[in-house]
């Protein structure tokens, strides 16, 4: 025990602080900003139990190490590498998303905004009137539907799997893509800004475990394509007739044409912005 507390006192002895510097606190900064995200993903992912265990292990091995456990610490130092690579074959998809995740935060447009006006409309109301009327229309006729709604980031190697259509956005167009026995029914159709650009687009499907298991293909696609881009999907059931909502990885179940609507005003983005430098200008409608 004497041994243990000795061990314990040199490690955390206040001698062997070494000097630090600016440059050591930016490190510092920048490793706890990184920690934090890393944090935030495994949070929300099926990692947040495996990182529980790794601590419980890592706790294991610290005793090990304490107590000079000359055969844990062999099998740690040897079998170190094979877990890692283990570790990334399981967790590949969680790691895409999480650098998928990182890329998409905007660190400096907040602080460094620049003189414009512009309007950012994404589309009009027109168009998110005609979706949202076709998708109820659908549903009561139990068609089954997949929208997708570009957001920001493109979506053209979906784009690419479908055919293309160019065509304005229209209820009746929409109602007519997707109606039983018609060639362009089966797949999803996407939509940027107020046209239609392809259908019959093939989407990923989710790996999401916590997903229903009456869920099927068309929901786990829409929140696929959710989890890959930051599009917002609207899945209409062919079973049930309800209508469904994912993004960001997340899906909402039977939603009423008063949040449908709420939720593509949000993806919408009709404001007008006058930004000026270092300080964000106020919305005008």
């Known amino acids: 025990m004497q041994q243990l507390i000795s061990k314990i006192s040199n490690f955390i002895s206040f001698d062997s602080i070494p000097v630090m510097g600016l440059a050591d606190y930016v490190e510092i900064l920048i490793i706890a900003f990184l920690v934090y995200e890393v944090m935030l993903w495994i949070k929300d992912t099926r990692a947040w139990s ?4 790794i601590v419980i292990i890592l706790v294991f091995v610290l005793l090990a190490y304490l107590f000079q456990m000359t055969t844990i610490l062999w099998l740690v130092r040897n079998g170190l590498n094979v877990l890692l690579m283990a570790l990334l074959i399981i967790f590949q998809p969680e790691l895409r998303r ?42 009561r006729a139990r068609t089954g539907a997949l929208i997708v709604m570009r957001q920001r980031d493109p979506l053209t190697e979906y784009v690419r799997t479908g055919i293309e259509v160019d065509a304005v956005v229209t209820s009746q167009l929409l109602i007519n893509i997707f109606e039983h026995n018609t060639p362009l029914h089966d797949g ?3 939509i940027e800004g107020d046209r239609v650009v392809s259908a019959t687009c093939y989407l990923p499907l989710s790996d999401n475990m916590e997903l229903s298991k009456e869920l099927g293909t068309r929901h786990r696609a829409g929140v696929g394509i959710s989890e890959a881009t930051d599009s917002l999907t609207i899945i209409v059931s062919e079973e049930t007739g309800r209508v469904s909502i994912a993004q960001g990885g997340a899906l909402l179940r039977n939603v009423t044409q008063d949040v449908l609507r709420d939720e593509l005003i ?10 000026k430098i270092g300080k964000k200008g106020r919305a005008a409608k």
């Open 266 to 275: 949000k993806l919408q983005n009709k404001t007008i912005t006058d930004r």
């Open 188 to 190: 999803a159709v996407i």
């Open 50 to 53: 495996l990182m529980r265990g």
């Open 98 to 139: 999480a650098l998928d995740f990182l890329g998409r935060k905007n660190f400096f447009a907040s602080i460094f905004a620049f003189n414009s006006s512009s309007v950012t409309e994404r589309f009009s109301d027109k168009t998110m009137n005609e979706i949202i009327k076709a998708c109820y229309e659908m549903g």
